[in-house]
């Protein structure tokens, strides 16, 4: 059974003369999301999006938002209309802020998991390779704590196009990193 939980679209009730504290909207959203509470983070990050917002706030709103719906769709198994909608608030959030890799790694990994077609894994190496050497305040908040984190993601798409000489190649570089990243280990395995 697929559940939707959608938000995207139905506005936020506000009274025109409320008085928003965006910053402190944007960091109650990521504490309900470090929390797990998913569809509490969505509308605090919901409440963050106006016109009248710093680019760089709004675009972590809606990075925030593309983490909370990909989560949401990971504890249904995957349900394919939130994972398209967390897709959708990563490109905005990266059209809004080009300098969110975070966003841009949370595009990486929507698209990983969507497997969708073989250029769903070409724009998340893609989108690796713009997040991988930045060193940016907004990254490493989620899953993905190191570079080798990211090197294993890149190993990861790397397998699924069945290029295995790069495979194996990202896999070692998250390995030099860190020798005991899982899942370049899952990798290695495979590979031989």
């Known amino acids: 059974m697929f559940v939707t939980f959608v938000v995207a679209g139905c506005g936020i009730n506000r009274d025109d003369n409320e008085i928003i504290d965006y910053n402190a909207e944007l960091a109650k959203g990521w504490q309900e999301y470090r929390s797990g509470n998913y569809k509490s983070a969505i509308l605090a990050f919901e409440k963050v999006i106006s016109d009248d917002v710093p680019a760089n706030i709004i675009g972590d709103s809606y990075n925030g938002l593309g983490w909370a719906y990909m989560n949401i769709s990971q504890s249904v198994n995957i349900n394919r209309a939130n994972l398209d909608i967390a897709i959708a608030k990563f490109q905005k959030s990266i059209e809004k802020d ?16 969507r497997q969708n077609s073989t250029d769903d894994y070409q724009k998340a190496l893609e989108m690796i390779d713009l997040a991988i050497n930045k060193d940016s305040i907004y990254l490493y908040r989620h899953d993905y704590k190191s570079r080798a984190d990211l090197y294993a993601l890149k190993a990861q798409c790397y397998y699924r196009l069945g290029e295995f000489d790069s495979a194996e190649s990202e896999a070692n570089n998250a390995l030099s990193i860190d020798n005991n990243n899982k899942t370049a ?5 495979l590979l031989y």
């Open 98 to 113: 080009k300098d969110n890799y975070d966003a841009m790694v949370g595009l990486a990994v929507a698209l990983f998991i």
């Open 185 to 189: 280990l899952s990798i290695k395995t």
